[in-house]
């Protein structure tokens, strides 16, 4: 693994060890980027279910100002950490231990908000959507930001679901990406301009 493009581009990247996280292939982390940036201006990141976190290294190094790393594992926090300091970019980041659910509480109490998230869940969790749900309850998105929801290719998630739409899916094999944009209040913006262009004029 490695940093594909950007300020810290080539840099070898440390997988956390054993076969409990499955780290995104450097094919897929290209086709992904391609699909959301490829660079950034600015912004901050959430990559929460971070495993080695390859993901939220790479959107720093692509322009991102700032990311939060979120992981329940030890080991996986040692890795985050190490990779931080081998591109150079761990003034930049937050590394949080802590169960997904929980960490998203804890960032909307500092009034947190993000304009990208990474959702990797292992692959035996079946909810990525409920998170995105929350982070929306919660308050953590800003408006327009984007979500990259990676998931067993088999499961499907819905194209639209609350403030959340699809915008790009890709198959790699036994991996799927699904890009969805933040709308909140969309639905309510377009009936209230259908009423506008349907109310009678005197």
Do not use: C, W
């Amino acid at each position: 693994m490695r940093v594909v493009s950007g300020s810290a581009k080539g840099r070898p990247l440390k997988a956390v060890p054993g076969t409990g996280t499955r780290p995104t292939t450097d094919k897929v982390k290209e086709a992904l980027f391609s699909m959301i940036g490829p660079y950034f201006e600015g912004g901050a990141a959430l990559d929460l279910f971070a495993g080695s976190g390859g993901l939220g290294i790479e959107a720093l190094s692509r322009g991102m100002d700032k990311a939060v790393f979120v992981d329940l594992e030890t080991k996986s926090i040692e890795v985050i950490r190490e990779n931080l300091k081998a591109t150079k970019l761990e003034g930049q980041a937050a590394v949080y231990r802590n169960d997904a659910g929980r960490a998203l509480k804890a960032l909307a109490k500092r009034n947190t908000t993000f304009d990208l998230v990474f959702l990797d869940p292992p692959y035996r969790m079946k909810n990525g959507h409920e998170f995105m749900l929350t982070m929306h309850e919660l308050e953590l998105l800003e408006k327009g930001a984007t979500i990259v929801l990676e998931y067993e290719s088999k499961h499907e998630y819905p194209e639209q679901f609350g403030p959340f739409e699809q915008t790009r899916k890709a198959v790699y094999g036994e991996t799927a990406v699904s890009i969805y944009d933040y709308v909140p209040g969309a639905a309510e913006d377009e009936e209230n301009s259908i009423t506008e262009e349907e109310a009678p004029h005197d």
